[in-house]
């Protein structure tokens, strides 16, 4: 079992950074693999960014050369910073989690999400 939490949601005007952390409770985290993904009102959640136990990171095509995924697994902690940040940035962020690297097995874990909105 997997406890999120989010935090590091606001408010910012476009063009501003902000920078999401997910911190984790339980056993093992340096075997999940932690993503981030966004719920905008009116459409589906979708991937944004993710981060492998061994490392590596893919990204939507949205947010390539914008945001930034890591992880400190000392702090069980994922982060992601988001740089030069749009309107339809604007969203619920959450966070998430499932154990494994190339191959993912059992239940994904979800937080309660964060609210990022992004206006002049």
């Known amino acids: 079992q997997v406890q999120l939490v989010e935090s590091g949601g606001g408010l910012v005007q476009p063009g501003g950074s902000l920078r999401l952390s997910c911190a984790a409770s339980?056993?093992?985290?340096?075997?999940?693999?932690m993503g981030w993904n966004r719920q905008a009102p009116g459409k589906q959640r979708e991937l944004v960014a993710r981060?492998?136990?061994?490392?590596?990171?893919n990204y939507a095509d949205s947010v390539k050369g914008r945001f930034t995924i890591s992880r400190d697994d000392a702090k069980n902690t994922v982060y992601l910073q988001m740089n030069s940040l749009k309107p339809e940035d604007t969203a619920v962020y959450y966070c998430?989690?499932?154990?494994?690297?190339?191959?993912?097995?059992?239940?994904?874990?979800w937080g309660q999400g964060t609210q990022v909105t992004v206006s002049s």
């Open positions: 998430n989690a499932r154990r494994g690297d190339v191959v993912l097995i059992g239940p994904t874990y």
């Open positions: 339980g056993s093992s985290f340096r075997v999940y693999t």
């Open positions: 981060i492998t136990s061994g490392g590596s990171t």
